[in-house]
């Protein structure tokens, strides 16, 4: 058994493509989401209905963990989400639920689940090639993203002296149905695969790449 990690996120497209990826590399995996999660080899549905922003809820599910697991070695943070619209006409309200979305998520269940990982162990969070240069209609986005880069810089960096590597993968545009139905036209074969994904994710996750910290992580395709 590779360990025992927690998804949070684990409901979406990127979710699920992590959890069986994970799974079939041995890890047994708690996932973690506001949607309800159904029963599965390794998952614990009873962290379904979890409101990522809120500490008391992920106090709650960091309790569930140590009564059932006793620790973690492993935390991915993918729950986000995306917004297009442009600086001058959209709404600062976007940019709020994007911080809620993306940077309040990863930091709470971060800050919840990590003296589950107090043995050691790694962090991967799910940031964004946009944190490096925006695009159009991408600034409420990128900037959250952005929060979570460096979010991840200054755990890795708290986090050295406990043997626990926090690293983020920056994706570019990912191959999803709702991506696909946003843009019919495109060629989706340069996108990325959440399964390419997940398997870097996993890498970073394991004793490969146990040098590995405060990393960056662009997994592009070819876009």
């Known amino acids: ?3 025992i990690v927690a998804v949070t ?3 979406g497209v990127l979710g699920r493509a992590t959890v069986d990826v994970l799974r079939g590399a041995g890890w047994v995996v708690v996932g973690i989401d506001r949607a309800d999660l159904r029963q599965g080899a390794g998952m614990l549905p009873a962290l379904g209905g979890v409101d990522l922003t809120d500490e008391a809820q992920m106090a709650g599910a960091a309790d569930h963990i140590r009564k059932v697991h006793r620790r973690l ?3 991915v943070n993918i729950a986000g989400g995306f917004s297009w619209e442009t600086v001058a006409e959209g709404e600062g309200a976007t940019w709020d639920r994007l ?3 993306n940077v309040k998520t990863t930091l709470v269940a971060s800050r919840a689940l990590l003296p589950l990982l107090q043995g050691g162990g790694a962090i991967v ?7 490096i240069k925006a695009g159009k209609g991408m600034g409420a986005y990128a900037a959250a993203k952005s929060g979570v880069a460096r979010l991840t810089e200054a755990m890795a ?3 050295k002296d406990a043997g626990i590597r926090v690293n983020a993968v920056l994706p570019s545009i990912i191959d999803t149905p709702a991506n696909r139905a946003d843009m019919p036209d ?3 074969s340069r996108w990325v695969a959440p399964g390419q994904l997940a398997a ?3 890498f970073l996750l394991s004793p490969a790449a146990a040098a590995v910290t405060g990393a960056l992580v662009p997994v592009t395709g070819r876009v």
Not at 125 to 131: D, M, P
């Open 9 to 11: 996120g684990a409901a």
């Open 186 to 188: 495109a060629d989706f």
């Open 1 to 3: 058994m590779a360990g």
């Open 200 to 202: 870097v994710i996993a």
């Open 73 to 75: 070695d492993g935390l």
């Open 99 to 101: 911080y809620t979305m």
């Open 125 to 131: 969070n799910v940031g964004a090639a946009a944190s």
């Open 157 to 159: 960096e708290e986090q």
